[in-house]
């Protein structure tokens, strides 16, 4: 981290707007059993936030862009309050109810577990370094994850995180419920990080393992 920061390096927008679309499709395709009030509400509040992104925003990103900033972490947030709630309705059903269907909790578990992939990784993608506009100027705040490319700046010279970085730590993170290559540095980064593996083990251990054993 001798040479830190490292160059400017732009971004294209489209690879994080795609990921919250898909997380919004994923919210769609929950039953409504496990999602608060109607099953179109907030996906259609989030759809609107999206587009809104998308006409506000540039497509590319080479410089800080505070209402871009501003509608990204507000969309990031409703959809992870929707998930959470979502996974605290599949949960209460699979413990008060009498479940005969273990097919409809594994699927129910499984897009509760991919939105919680996604969405991580939007926030790691708007936390890091003071977020991705400060990060394609070169602006950076000190660095809230260690990637290895980091510490090999001979072999990754001038190398910098894209938005797949950061979604290859979210699934492992999941995966794994712990970092597993890249490590949290700042106090705000393993908070995150410890929430969503614990959101993990919650999923998978709680309902998709008890789904498993009703089949």
Not at 80 to 92: C, D, M, P, Q, R
Not at 122 to 133: K, T
Not at 168 to 181: G, M
Not at 193 to 211: D, E, H, K, Y
Request: aromatic share 8%; charged share 10%; glycine share 8%.
């Amino acid at each position: 981290m001798a040479d830190y920061p490292p160059p400017g390096r732009s971004e294209a927008h489209w690879p994080p707007q795609l990921t919250a679309l898909m997380a919004i499709v994923l919210q769609v395709l929950l039953p409504e059993r496990v999602t608060a009030g109607p099953t179109w509400v907030l996906p259609g509040l989030e759809t609107v936030v999206l587009v809104a992104l998308f006409i506000a925003s540039p497509q590319r990103l080479e410089a800080p862009h505070s209402r871009g900033r501003v509608l990204t972490l507000g969309l990031t947030g409703v959809v992870s309050v929707a998930n959470g709630i979502s996974l605290v309705l599949l949960a209460k059903h699979l413990l008060q109810s009498q479940v005969t269907n273990g097919h409809s909790l594994i699927i129910g578990g499984a897009e509760i577990w991919l939105t919680n992939i996604l969405i991580f990784s939007l926030w790691y993608w708007e936390m890091d370094r003071g977020g991705p506009g400060r990060r394609a100027a070169g602006l950076d705040s000190s660095p809230d994850f260690l990637f290895p490319q980091m510490t090999e700046t001979r072999l990754c010279p001038g190398w910098r995180p894209l938005f797949a970085d950061y979604l290859y730590v979210s699934l492992t993170n999941a995966a794994a419920f712990s970092p597993t290559d890249t490590m949290p540095l700042s106090v705000q980064a393993k908070m995150v990080m410890g929430l969503q593996s614990l959101i993990s083990l919650v999923t998978i251990g709680l309902i998709v393992s008890r789904a498993v054993n009703i089949l």
